[in-house]
């Protein structure tokens, strides 16, 4: 699914007229002829000398090993056998004792924008002192007046006085467009050490109450959901259909095991970004059987038509761009705690609702089957309670498989992170100093993309491994320290938290832009700017400066929130693959028989990687190659996979 730069507010007065210049218009008919030889003088007055022109007064707003492995499922064998072949299947191996992969989750400078507008002036209309008066340019590209005693007068120049709107408030006064906002500390290990979003802004819209508020039904009578405004559903549908032509591989999952009903009692309650490939996942889930109940995991990421569209399907659905804490929580209280209805499976990302059913309903998880955890916050989360000994039931990594690490993580973060910046700051890239903080796949991604823009890198790491990569690929490896005061944009991409401190952004240059390209919203020390003596001054969605007493200020994304899918979109096709390893990896847990998997974390079995993989190669008219059974034979393997063990690492 960030950045711009440079001092904003400064303005120019531009000269009426052109600096070409023109021939003086001949002498009416009427005037004696005057002879060639004589020379005629002109005197030039100054209109300037009589009159002092006005000055343009501008107010500047700007200053691991993995275990043998198991059997798959019959059923995940079932939906996988059209395109995989009779190879032996393999299952997940547990990986407690593995590490999350290095990568974050999921995946000078140009004039930073201001609120403030002011009237541009316009050239001032010229009027004639005399009808006998002539019309003329004088050569300085003035307009001069001519009259008929052959005198040249430059008219006068009127200059409008610019003054923009002084439109800075304190952060404490600045009015919010939804009730229940609150600063008290979230519960969740996502957004604890960081207050609530308590400026946070909605989308436009003419209707401000809050969607907790309003009674709505679909067109069938249901009103289990709540969305932003149900009406838009006609055009959420719209947006679906056309992820569906984009992702492949899910739909080819659908039409192939929609007739067996993998999930057919499977009760799934998901909490993931609310967007249109979400939505023909849980149509995909819901073809296949399930029951789905959803809310969304970024308060800024919902697309509210999507909700809407689902909704109207009849899928239970709790989300709209620009909640609260406050409405986040109570969204994925509705999913949950609901009479006659009780989750087995959860699907999650970065770990929030997982992390709720623990503290508020933990008797639910006598129920439930597993856990899919897509996020590289969520899995860490996992593997903290494994080792604890609180994780009591099975999780999938899928975070961590060959298809969600390379292509959602490394390929969609290369394409969106320059999507994202671009319609927050519409700023060019070239001669940008930018420094990535992770190397993992999403910084891979961030860096190549800002390095084929013609920008200057600079990479933060703590992994040698990674740190080594990025120097081998031509970044100079820093400390934040070390360049914080030179680069223009500032990118966070490293799962961690206070990754970029109040330090850090008291030593930012003058309009430094500030983004986040991990899951979680503490890489960014953004509690520590909700200060009296710093102003919040917003500027568009999603983006706000932040200003010092000294007038010095940054541009903060997303309010350090993930900035791609708050700020942008993802492509449609790489989310297409993470999606089907997620229906995948639903569908191996909810059928595995008792007692194969523990209560631990696992990872997505080699054979469904290539099975997704193999699903998305029809798009690009691609042939892959056979081996011969002599070549098999030679390589010890299987004639249609898995191709590379465990531990090999594309």
Not at 356 to 361: F, L, R
Request: hydrophobic share 35%; proline share 6%.
């Amino acid at each position: 699914m960030e950045g711009r730069s440079g001092g904003m507010g400064e303005g120019r007065g531009r000269e009426a007229g052109g600096g070409a210049e023109q021939e003086l218009e001949p002498e009416p008919e009427s005037e004696p002829a005057v002879a060639v030889e004589a020379v005629m003088s002109v005197q030039v007055v100054s209109a300037a000398a009589a009159a002092k022109v006005p000055e343009v007064e501008l107010k500047d707003l700007s200053p691991s090993e993995a275990q043998p492995q198991l059997a798959l499922s019959t059923a995940a064998v079932s939906a996988m056998a059209p395109a995989a072949g009779g190879g032996d299947p393999e299952a997940p191996a547990p990986a407690g004792e593995r590490p999350p992969a290095p990568g974050p989750g999921s995946g000078p400078a140009a004039a930073a924008l201001s609120p403030a507008a002011g009237k541009v002036p316009q050239a001032s209309a010229m009027k004639r002192s005399d009808p006998h008066h002539q019309h003329q340019r004088h050569r300085d590209g003035g307009e001069a007046l001519v009259s008929p005693d052959g005198t040249v007068t430059e008219a006068p120049r009127t200059v409008k006085k610019i003054q923009f709107a002084d439109q800075k408030q304190e952060f404490n006064k600045r009015p919010t467009k939804i009730g229940r906002r609150s600063l008290s500390r979230s519960i969740s290990q996502s957004s604890t050490d960081s207050y609530s979003s308590a400026a946070s802004y909605t989308d436009s819209s003419d209707d401000e109450t809050s969607p907790r508020d309003k009674q709505q039904k679909n067109s069938k009578g249901s009103g289990d959901f709540c969305v932003k405004n149900i009406k838009q559903a006609e055009f959420g549908r719209r947006e679906i259909e056309i992820a569906e032509q984009e992702m492949p591989a899910l739909m080819a999952l659908r039409k192939r095991a929609q007739g067996e009903k993998p999930l057919a009692g499977a009760k799934i309650v998901g909490c993931t970004h609310i967007t249109a490939q979400t939505a023909v996942l849980m149509e995909t889930l819901g073809a296949l059987g399930a029951q789905c109940r959803w809310a969304a995991c970024n308060i800024y990421s919902t697309l509210n038509e999507v909700a809407a569209a689902l909704a109207e399907s009849g899928f239970p659905v709790f989300a709209w761009k620009g909640e609260s804490e406050d409405d986040f929580w109570w969204c994925i209280d509705r999913c949950v705690n609901v009479e006659g209805w009780q989750p087995n499976m959860i699907l999650d990302d970065g770990g929030d609702l997982t992390h709720w059913i623990y503290k508020k309903y933990p008797n639910m998880f006598k129920k439930i089957k597993g856990i899919v955890e897509e996020s590289v916050t969520g899995v860490h989360r996992l593997y903290q309670l494994s080792k604890a000994g609180k994780l009591c039931v099975p999780a999938m990594n899928v975070n961590d498989s060959v298809t969600k690490q390379k292509f959602d993580n490394l390929y969609c973060c290369r394409e969106s992170i320059l999507d994202g910046l671009k319609r927050t700051t519409d700023m060019m890239f070239g001669g940008k100093q930018v420094v990535v903080c992770g190397y993992g796949e999403v910084g891979k991604g961030c860096c190549a993309a800002l390095k084929a823009m013609g920008s200057i890198v600079y990479v933060t790491e703590i992994d040698p491994i990674c740190a080594l990569q990025a120097c081998m690929d031509g970044f100079r490896l820093v400390k934040l320290n070390e360049v914080i005061r030179q680069v223009d944009i500032v990118i966070t991409c490293t799962g961690n938290k206070n990754v970029v401190t109040r330090e850090h952004l008291d030593r930012m240059k003058n309009s430094c832009i500030v983004c986040n390209m991990g899951h979680s919203n503490t890489e960014i020390d953004v509690a520590s700017l909700r200060t009296p003596e710093l102003t919040w001054e917003r500027v568009r969605s999603q983006v706000d400066h932040v200003i010092w007493p000294d007038g010095k200020r940054i541009v903060l994304l997303a309010e350090g929130r993930l900035l791609n899918l708050s700020c942008s979109t993802v492509p449609t096709f790489v989310l297409s693959i993470t999606a089907t390893t997620q229906a995948l990896a639903l569908i191996e847990l909810y059928n595995a028989p008792e007692g194969r998997y523990k209560q631990d974390v696992y990872l997505l079995p080699k054979k469904m990687d290539e099975y997704v993989a193999s699903l998305h190669l029809p798009t690009f008219d691609a042939h892959l190659t056979e081996l011969t059974d002599e070549q098999a034979k030679y390589l010890g393997l299987n004639k249609n996979g898995p191709f590379k063990p465990n531990y090999y690492r594309y």
